[in-house]
């Protein structure tokens, strides 16, 4: 038997995907680099990786439990975990819940504005281009996602807020807004790939009440607001008794 030697297949901002022995399969390294804006802010996180790894393991396999098809395999260590192997979709879908970030930039609407009903946004996922909002109509014109698979994105994007808005709650966390990204795999299924973790959404801790000390997301690398580690490391925890709580009750 011929040994695999696990080949670099891309380095990304937060991770590196590594080829494995079976070409359907990828490990995925999580870094403890730290980006935003578009990479001009550059830094580390200590165990962000670990952590990282480890909230979105156990959200992506929870998640498969509530319907959702996941690339997730295996977390085989603090830091890395097996994926299947997908063509990812250059869209990058956010949805909010609660108005922050850009959408208060580019809209006028106040921080924290709840809103009526949850909103489902696509980005191009081009860093180049700084990742612009895309119209429906960009959308299919750029030939990224055909009708029907826009309609299975946006239905997803719900599903996925709805099932993540009750198992953040649980935790004592609201779930502002998030970023998810797809892929197809070979048979061209939709999966959702990538991660979801305190880099990716935006979490407010519903024990504190101050704007500033209930963030516990990378809004505090980006607003330099301190105690990054133990913001992760919070959520991490609370992720991870309310995963032990769920399956103790099933
Ligand atoms: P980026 O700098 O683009 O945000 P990351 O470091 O976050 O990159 O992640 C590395 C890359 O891996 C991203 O481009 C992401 O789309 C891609 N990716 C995530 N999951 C999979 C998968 N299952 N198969 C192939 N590529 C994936
Ligand atoms: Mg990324």
Redesign the pocket.
Known sequence: MSEHHPEK?????????YSTADPDV?L?YF?D?A?AFN?QKKGTIQGKGEMNCTIAAALLQWLETQGIPT?FIEQTKADEML??????LPVEVVVRNIAAGSLCKQTGLAQGTVLPQPLVEFYL?D?DLGDPLLTRDRLMLLQIVTAEQLARLQDYALRINGLMQGFFARCQITLVDFKI?F?TDKTGTI?L???ISP??CRLWDQTETDPNLRVMDKDRFRQDLGNIENAYQTVQARVLAQVQQLQSLA
């Open positions: 297949r891309y380095e990304g901002k937060a991770k590196i995907l990828l995925t870094k680099d980006t990479a690339h994926v299947k192997a997908v063509k990812i996922k860093d990204e892929g999966l790939a990538d991660e880099d990716t």
